[in-house]
């Protein structure tokens, strides 16, 4: 069992950055994809971005070109580095962790491991 734990949220101005990780207790590298989802009140949990151990990448229409995300396996840690903040980025960020293969060709986490999430909020 793998546990995932998220920090770097809070409250952030538009146009602003941070850094979101995630440590994962545990070896993560037999986790084929990790990466990040979110969820807003009233809205459905969407995944915003996954990495492979390999190190491809996938992303939500909404955040590419904004957002970036990284995976250091040999620490355990997936980031998500977002940038060009906007208040409809204001969501719970949930870490994810996944073996299936097929993550990234279906833009969702198939049946992760998900940490308890960190706020983040956009707001002027």
């Known amino acids: 069992q793998v546990q995932l734990v998220e920090s770097g949220g809070v409250l952030f101005q538009p146009g602003g950055s941070l850094i979101l990780s995630c440590a994962g207790s545990?070896?993560?590298?037999?986790?084929?994809?990790m990466g990040w989802s979110r969820q807003a009140p009233g809205r459905q949990r969407e995944l915003v971005a996954a990495i492979t151990s390999g190190g491809s990448t996938n992303y939500a229409d909404s955040v590419k070109g904004r957002f970036t995300i990284s995976r250091d396996n040999a620490k355990n840690t997936v980031y998500l580095q977002m940038n060009s903040l906007k208040p409809e980025d204001t969501a719970t960020y949930l870490c994810?962790?996944?073996?299936?293969?097929?993550?990234?060709?279906?833009?969702?986490?198939?049946?992760?491991?998900w940490g308890r999430g960190t706020q983040v909020t956009v707001s002027a």
């Open positions: 545990g070896s993560t590298s037999s986790f084929n994809s």
């Open positions: 994810a962790a996944d073996t299936h293969v097929s993550v990234l060709a279906r833009s969702r986490f198939v049946d992760p491991s």
